[in-house]
């Protein structure tokens, strides 16, 4: 839609809708969407099987690591990491998760998103999209998987998980759900890369 | 401007330029505007002396108070506390501190803000606004301020400063600058507020 570069990163809390939110801005916007599509096309460049590095997406090594030798976790990460930087030279995109907005601080101009909602909100989406029947089991798996997160970013980033020194915009997406959060931050990343 | 009431709270961190901000934003939706002004008023509804409460505006008491007597900021807080629910049982504005969004959170509807920058932005702005030739100075201003704010909110709060758990969007001030910030929070204060 412009010959302009732009670049949004988003990152999320489990059940905030990030990801769709993501999805659909992308879409808005007619760019690249990247999530964990990632790992084929990083695994495919850098000779890692996909089927084995999947189970190590976004997630950090474990404890019993050797200080010399890269996990998994690092090598799906490094291969990421370049991967897209690549695309980052390239196109226009929206990320969601992978650090996106750490690894590419310093190197194009980006749009930092976090998308955060209410526990209560998240509850209840994450009991309708998985179909889970209790509410206290969907709150454990978001804790659980925001844990996850939280220690993939902070272990492969010098920032904290959610806050705001890595961010441009904060955003809770129960207030306008999730067609109207992807209304508010068209408009953002519209005048944040000089669009119209 | 409308019917609808119009309540949006600011937060800040020193130097970001919220207050402007607030201030801005509130001329374009042609509603009232309340920061320091909140102490006279507060003053005079319950009879303390605008002078002497003064000093203790947006500050925590100090270590040595009796847990039985409120201290003068005590008194403070309360009075303000009382009359910014007042002001918002009758009337639209913007707030800028005073623990607002806390204040408010459940007892009105409230689009509830926090600008930060980053620090670099920060201190050229201090520099500007209050004449401080040095960076380094302008520096230990933006910690010693930021510093009182935070302890004023978090003892007379549930929540952490900054932190998204009672803000709707927190927002870098330095990617839109002023004039691009008001421009964005005036877009969600409306879709917030069904205007338009």
């Known amino acids: ?19 769709e939110i993501g999805e659909k801005l992308a879409d808005r916007l007619g760019i ?7 790992i084929e096309l990083a695994a495919d460049r850098s000779g890692l099987d996909a089927a084995t590095v999947s189970g190590s997406d976004e997630k950090a090594p474990g404890f019993f690591v050797s200080p010399y030798a890269p996990t998994v976790s690092d090598k799906l990460f490094f291969a990421q990491s370049e991967l897209i ?51 206290e089991k969907a709150r454990r798996e978001i804790n659980r998987v925001d844990k996850v997160r ?11 998980w959610g806050n705001h020194d890595a961010h441009d915009v904060i955003i ?19 005048k944040r890369f000089g669009i119209e």
């Open 150 to 160: 939280r220690g993939y970013y902070q272990y492969y980033t010098e920032y904290k």
């Open 85 to 135: 930087r690549h695309l980052a030279d390239t196109q226009s995109f929206v990320i969601v998760g992978r650090c996106g907005n750490a690894l590419l601080r310093g190197y194009v101009d980006t749009f930092d998103v976090f998308v955060f909602a209410p526990l209560e909100a998240r509850i209840n989406r994450i009991m309708e999209r998985y179909y889970i029947e209790s509410s």
């Open 1 to 19: 839609m412009s010959e302009k570069k732009i670049i949004i990163t988003i990152g999320r809390e489990f059940g905030s809708g990030g990801h």
């Open 172 to 190: 809770d997406s129960s207030m306008f759900g999730i067609d109207g959060t992807v209304d508010v931050l068209e408009v953002m990343a519209k």
């Open 32 to 38: 690249g969407f990247y999530d964990k599509n990632l």
